[in-house]
């Protein structure tokens, strides 16, 4: 799961959300300086990584881009289905997308002082692109891809896995659907 994912599966708290958030940029098992709830998010993020990277649709959905992906498969079917979140996300909130990104925006600006440095540096490219948003398109889900190619020094030409959403659009928004049910149970139960 990518960034819209997480932040949603955090529940109405806003420092699980920024833990959660900001979980992928912090290392080991060394954050007791964060406040408990952001502590909370960070530990929620690894379960439901470890969940999904486990979960047998998700690796139905990688299986389809493994061969011209590699190791990355995991990491474009994650933005893969942030797009269907935001895509939906009427079927998964009473909230507008719209209005819950502007939220979290917000949220991080008001706990400024707990954000990592890597989420600070972060944080004006999110808003400005409105990255959670964006992610309703094909178009921003491409932008988003090429962004994290052009930061991985290994070519890892994961902006041309466009083609295979594309063409497989319907199997990976099944796929995206069905796991996301089991994926919320979990989440819901680990807050």
């Known amino acids: 799961m990518n960034f819209l994912a997480h932040i949603y599966l955090s529940g ?5 959300k920024i833990g959660n958030f900001m979980a992928d940029g912090i290392r080991g098992k060394h954050f007791d300086t964060f406040p408990s709830d952001i502590q909370k ?3 929620l993020h690894r379960g439901i990584d470890t969940f999904t ?5 998700f690796r139905e959905s990688t299986k389809r881009l493994h061969e011209k992906y590699h190791h990355y498969a995991g990491v474009i079917v994650d933005v893969f289905y ?7 996300f009427k079927n998964y909130s009473d909230e507008k997308l719209e209005d819950f990104a502007a939220r979290f ?3 991080l600006e008001e ?3 707990f954000l990592t440095e890597r989420t600070k540096g972060m944080m004006p490219y999110m808003t400005k692109h409105n990255w959670l948003v964006s992610y309703q398109t094909i178009e ?4 988003i891809l090429t962004q994290m190619d052009s930061r991985i020094k290994n070519d890892s030409n994961m902006r041309f896995s466009i083609l295979e959403l594309r063409t497989y659009y319907a199997e990976f928004e099944l796929e995206f659907t069905t796991f996301f049910e089991d994926i919320r149970t979990f989440s819901s139960q680990n807050l």
């Open 12 to 16: 109405d708290n806003d420092l699980i």
């Open 41 to 43: 998010g960070i530990h």
């Open 53 to 57: 990277d486990a979960h047998p649709v």
């Open 82 to 88: 942030d797009h269907f979140l935001a895509k939906n």
């Open 105 to 107: 925006y917000q949220s």
């Open 111 to 113: 706990n400024y002082d």
């Open 140 to 143: 921003g889900i491409e932008r």
